[in-house]
């Protein structure tokens, strides 16, 4: 890949890349630690660049403001979230003085969830995220191919359904090296993790998870489905 296509760009001019590209980066971006690809991430798209975050941990926001302190964290909040994600937003907020951005619902049917799931996390999920990042270029998850079957095979980077580019920093990591990072840094986690809630989502469609080894068991128990939407490529 040449010199050109790396170099970063003006603040108010992005880089373009083609998926041929972005496979080429996904591929040597295994070889990199996350900080490495964050600051990638950083110095092409900001400030056109968003991270989202669920707030069961804050590994990758951790991670992000130590190469951009500045750098806006997206929070969907679907007016259906336990009390505990909540109060871990917060609990972040403060602890790292986020440029936190809450996408919030305005109105929606309180019984959507039940009657039509996937509308439901369509309006309420999908809906906010496009209009948060209305006017980026990249966005940043911590979305790890230990979590489930249907992403064992994320990439590192790639465009998303809408064009962007999408960058997963922290997905060839595995249980053990979350742990080991929250750990090591004293990372603010949701309470709910320790009460069984491996994958925390919305809380009428999230139980503690049903079966050890697959985190995202929980998540729509009893339904056949194992994704929101908010990760399709």
Not at 133 to 156: F, H, N, Q, T, Y
Request: aromatic share 6%; with cysteine.
């Amino acid at each position: 890949m040449s010199d050109t296509t790396l170099r970063p760009p003006e603040a108010d001019n992005p880089t373009q890349f083609t998926d041929e590209e972005l496979a080429e980066l996904s591929v040597e971006f295994e070889r990199l630690p996350a900080t490495k690809i964050i600051q990638w991430a950083v110095d092409n798209f900001a400030p056109h660049l968003a991270l989202t975050a669920s707030m069961t941990d804050a590994v990758l926001i951790d991670l992000a403001v130590k190469v951009d302190p500045a750098i806006e964290v997206v929070f969907i909040d679907t007016g259906y979230h336990f009390p505990e994600t909540l109060e871990t937003v917060e609990r972040v907020r403060r602890h790292y003085g986020l440029n936190l951005r809450i996408m919030t619902v305005a109105a929606h049917n309180e019984e959507l969830w039940r009657l039509d799931p996937e509308n439901c996390c369509s309006a309420v999920k999908v809906g906010q995220l496009d209009r948060a990042l209305a006017g980026k270029a990249a966005w940043m998850s911590g979305l790890r191919r230990a979590e489930a079957d249907s992403r064992i095979k994320a990439p590192l980077v790639a465009h998303d359904l809408r064009g962007l580019v999408k960058v997963n920093p922290i997905a060839m990591w595995s249980d053990e090296d979350v742990a080991g990072y929250v750990a090591d840094h004293d990372i603010i986690v949701n309470p709910l993790l320790s009460q069984g809630y491996l994958s925390i989502g919305c809380q009428p469609c999230t139980v503690p998870a049903t079966d050890p080894d697959d985190p995202r068991s929980g998540r729509w128990a009893g339904r056949d489905r194992t994704e929101c939407g908010l990760h399709e490529i």
